[in-house]
Nanobody, 124 residues
């Protein structure tokens, strides 16, 4: 059984930083591509960043490019989302997702496993 668990959310002032973590268990972590999505109140879930199995390929939403960095440590079964220069509009529940397919995937429907989400709140 595959489990996805996010952590690291919290309250931060605009301009601050947070690092989200995502642990995927149940199968060798290096066999998953991972992605981060977010959902703000009253809005649809949107793509944030994705990373292939070996970190050879990454892709970011335009809204976070240059501020967020996705990475992974396969030895620790963990993916990360480093978020810098946070803005109030980044406030959302952030979700980690995983798929056994290799590559980079921007659509939520491409992912098979999801975490419960972690709240990120950026105050102005």
């Amino acid at each position: 059984q595959v489990q996805v668990v996010e952590s690291g959310g919290g309250l931060v002032q605009a301009g601050g930083s947070l690092r989200l973590s995502c642990v995927v268990s149940g199968r060798t972590f290096s066999s998953y591509a991972v992605g981060w999505f977010r959902q703000a109140p009253g809005k649809e879930r949107e793509f944030v960043a994705t990373c292939s199995r070996n970190s050879g390929s990454t892709h970011y939403a335009d809204s976070v490019k240059g501020r967020f960095t996705i990475s992974r440590d396969n030895a620790k079964n963990t993916a990360y989302l480093q978020m810098n220069s946070l803005k109030p509009e980044d406030t959302a529940v952030f979700y980690c997702a995983a798929t056994p397919k290799d590559g980079i995937y921007l659509k939520s429907s491409s992912y098979d496993y999801w975490g419960q989400g972690t709240q990120v709140t950026v105050s102005s």
